[in-house]
Structures are given as C-alpha cells and as structure tokens.
C-alpha cells in the first residue's frame, strides 16, 4: 500500500512571483558588493588571467603564471566568457559572478523539473480517496517540485558553496542537469535523450574531471537493471552518451595535448589529479563524511531517510531508485577520496533533495509541526544574534558582543550603511510576516514544512551579506595588503619572485597589479614572501630563491590573520 494520503487542497503550487524572488533574494546577497575573498580568489584568478590572456592561459588555467590545470576548465571558462563580455559594464569580479547565477539557475530549475517529471508518475501518485478528491497527477508534481526546490534551497551546504566561483559549485548544477536528463531517458529511451546525458557527462569530465562522469554512468546502468529496461539497447544508448561526453572532453584534451601551452602538459596534470582521487576508504574517512553531511545536508538527509524506508513496501519506483542508486554510487566515491573536500559534497545534494520531497507526504503531522517550530525558534535567535551583532560594531553595546567583534576584526570601523540597514530590516519584516501566515493560518499544503527552513535560512544569508558585509570584507579580503605592496613597488613596476599561495596571488595581481614571475622564471629583483609570524630566519628562506641577498622593503599582514605574514625584498646582488 502506498504510504502517502493527500487531498487535492495539500497540492496548491507556490506563485511562480514567489519562488523567483526566493531565488533572487538566495542567490543577490553574497555576490554584489562582496571583495574577493580567500576562499574563491583562486578561481576568479585563473578566470582573470583567461579574460585578459592568450590561447594559451585558456588552454592551461593559471593565476598570473601559476598553472592550476588540477580540476578542469570549464567553470573558469564560463568566468573568463562573463568578464569578455560584461566586465567593461559591470567589473571583472561582478562580471565573473554572473556566471555563478547562470549555474545556480541550471541546477534549481533542473531539480524543480526532475521532481516534476517524478512526481507526476502513476506509481509516485497518492492512494485514492474513497470519495474522490486526490490531486491530478500534474498537481501534484509541482507542488513535489517546488517542495524539492525550497528544501535544496535550504540545505546549508548549498548556501556555502553556491555564491563562490568554484568548479565544485558547477559540478553540483550539472549533475542535477545529468539527473534530469536521465528521468528522461528512462521516462522514452531515446539516442536524443542518450546524446544529451551524454552532454552532462562531459561537461562534468572538462569541470571535475572524468571519475564522477564514469560514476555516473555505471550507476545509471545499474538503475536501469532495477528497471528492467532492456540491455541491450540501454548498452547502446549510454555508449553513445559516453561518445558524445568523450568528444566534449577532447574539444579541450586535444588542442591542450598538442600545442603544450607554455611548454606544460595540463593533460598530463589534470590525468594524475584525477587518479589522486582514487584510495581507500577508512573509518577516518566515514567519521569525516558523517561528521560534515550532518549539518552539510540539513534539512534534506532526514526527510531523504523517512522517504527510503516510508516507500520500502514498493518496488522498482523510479523517484526512489533513481535518486537513491545516484546518491549511494556518489557517496562511495567520496568514501574512496583519499582527501575529500566539503564541497566535494556538493554533488549528493540534488539527488538527496528530490529524494526528500517524496518523504515529505508520508510524515506525520507532529513531525511536521516539530520541524516548523525548530526552525522558527532557532533561525528566528540566529537573527536576532546578528542584529546585535551589527548594534555592537555600531555603538559597543552590549558591551561583550563589541569585544569579541573588536577580536575578530582587529582596527575594523563600523560605518552605517542606510541600504544595507533597509535591505536587512525588510528581509527581517517578510520573515515575520511568513511565520505569521504559516502559524495562523495552518495551510495544508505540501511545502509548508520547508517554506520556514528555507525562508529563515535566506534571511539569515541576507543579513550577513548586508549588516556584516563590510566586516567580511576587511577581514577576508587582501585589498589592503594588495595596496600596501604595491606602493612599496619601484615605478614602472617590476617582476616578483613569489612562494605566495593562488589565492594571495590572484588578489595581488587584481588589486595590486603586481606582475609575478611566470612558468619557471626566476629573472627578477623583487621577492614576496608568504610565511609565518612565529618564522625569524630570513636567510634560510631567501636561500631558497637562488641564495641570493635581499634587502627587505615592507613587512605587513591582514589585521584579522595574527599568524600570517607577508615580506616584500629587493634583491641586493
């Protein structure tokens, strides 16, 4: 018996107005107005230096003369593509982040589309009503689509990653695309819809490299056994996927393999990267997993659990099988990363968010109302904590708060912003608004459990990135460190021999214009050193640049970092 009973009334489907504007409010906030931080400053470097490049910096992506080929270029060509086109309009950061919209767009609209087409299935349907009344089947897939949207839009992880200009947060889009596709595929298998996994697969091969495509493709397969589609022709059509991916990654493979850009194989980088990724599991490993998806994947994983064991009665339903043999092939091959990163993890969140939505329908009432007022309390304190935070900076009261931001952010000045103020306090009335009409009114629809998730959640993002912006960006940014280098530079610049990381370079280079040594050249008289405040021994570490002499120039740091340290030196002989 299917676990699921619903009336028609459960099934209204949020305006198209509202699930825009939860977009717009999710993904603005982080992207305009923000400085390059050092967590995404190394992308932006590599698209940077393509926009304003040669052939060859877009065939080996690099920051300012430091190859980068690891991962893959596709995210940064889309960046580089962005600042051709729009950054005389709009700057080079902005410019490059328009990108990050267009790929937050791809992977919500192709989680909105593969939770319609799976909830509007016959065997994802509701039981009958005796007297009538159950929702038409197109119904109720856009309410389990929009459901699947504001829990994906709720999940932390996602909120993390999803407004950096990082390969890993196109990853995350193009395999919510690659889901969508194969819906299709098994909804009519066709070599149409096979060409087009295909095209996921490969634009995933030239973002991430070729393991999560080859994944992918077997846990495909295997779904399709569960399916009982024929084989034989399911061999055939994830051939020529693989054909069609195959041709994509060579576009950049062949021209890269053969011109050897700057006298480098990226080929040869990116092939060893790719085998890096491939070890034994360990229980090290699985504590680390358990350990960041718990707050990584919240609130998906538990509505993702009920869904797995509330239709366990079932069998062979595509919008379990699916989504569930996905996650599970993606988990092992995270397990399997000798050094997995948490935005590694962004590739489970798709399949795991679709896979909720269809666990929503069978909770109970209580757990419902459980969820709701969790999320009402705790998101509802968290900004109320920011709010004083930003009155601390402002005017020292209370007096604690103001010591610990005086802490965080060492000669750091306050400075009201009316925009900011405004944009934060409307954000904070419509939240109070939403809790108001989800308590006295009680809707009965579907999406009302992860409307105030997802709701506090955005208000939370969006207080940061306006009250508290200007304090990430002093204590984030290498703008003023950038500044002070360059004024200690002779006129008419000079080449810099650096041990500095890609995302200090990049911010050098952007903010500063300072030009670096490139590919192995070592013919300059000007050294940046990158070090630690606890390391006294200049001469062991100018050793290290050809045992040169150098007389030192400027000794600096950021304020809110009390360990690292910066040395410019002039070489001497």
Known sequence: MKPVRLAAAATLALPRWAIFGLGLLYILPGLIGRDLWKDDAASFGIMWTMAHGSVSDWLLPNVAGLPLADEGPLAFWLGALCIKLLGWLLGDVMAARVSTIGIFVLGALSVWYTAFHLGRRPDAQPLRLAFGGQPEPDDYGRTLADTALLIYLGCLGLLLNSHETLAVTLQGSLLAFFLYRAVRYVEAPSLGNAGLIGLALGTLTLTRGWLPPCT????????????????????????????????????????????????????????????????????????????????????????????????????????????????????????????????????????????????????????????????????????????????????????????????????????????????????????????????????????????????????????????????????????????????????????????????????????????????????????????????????????????????????GRRPSDPDERFRLYRRVK
């Open 216 to 555: 992918l493709a077997l846990a495909l397969f295997l779904c399709t056994r569960f399916l009982d589609l024929p084989a034989a022709r399911t061999l055939r059509d994830l051939g020529y996927a693989a054909l069609v991916a195959l041709l994509i990654a060579l576009l950049w493979i062949v021209p890269a393999a053969t011109l050897r850009p700057y006298q480098l194989s990226p080929v040869d980088s990116w092939m060893a990267w790719n085998l890096s990724q491939i070890g034994l599991p360990s229980l090290h490993s699985l504590k680390a997993f358990l350990k960041v998806g718990i707050w990584f994947f919240w609130p998906a994983w538990p509505f993702a659990i009920w869904a797995t064991y509330a239709w366990r009665r079932q069998r062979r339903l595509l919008h379990i099988v699916l989504p569930l043999s996905f996650a599970g092939a993606l988990t092992l091959l995270i397990l399997f990363d000798p050094a997995p990163e948490s935005g590694d993890l962004l590739k489970l969140l798709p399949p795991l968010a679709i896979m909720a939505a269809f666990g929503l329908p069978a909770m109970k009432r209580g757990t419902i109302n459980a969820i709701d007022w969790f999320s009402v309390m705790v998101l509802t304190m968290i900004a109320g904590g920011i709010w004083l935070w930003w009155c601390a900076t402002l005017t020292g009261w209370p007096a604690q708060l103001a010591k610990n931001a005086a802490r965080q952010s060492p000669g750091f000045h306050a400075e009201f912003g009316i925009i900011a103020c405004l944009v934060a306090a409307a954000a904070t009335i419509g939240w109070f608004v939403l809790v108001h009409w989800r308590i006295s009114r009680q809707p009965a629809v579907l999406w009302r459990a992860v409307v105030l998730s997802s709701g506090g959640l955005i208000l939370f993002w969006v207080l940061l990135m306006t009250l508290l912006l200007p304090q990430f960006n002093y204590s984030k940014s290498y703008n003023n460190v950038a500044q002070q280098i360059a004024a200690k530079l002779p006129e008419g610049g000079a080449c810099i021999l650096t041990n500095v990381g890609a995302a200090q370079r990049a911010s050098f280079a952007f903010y500063g214009g300072l030009t670096f040594a490139s590919f192995g050249d070592e013919q300059c008289d000007l050294l940046l050193l990158q070090d630690s405040m606890d390391l006294r021994d200049d001469g062991e570490i100018t050793q290290a640049f050809r045992g040169k002499q150098w007389a030192l120039l400027w000794e």
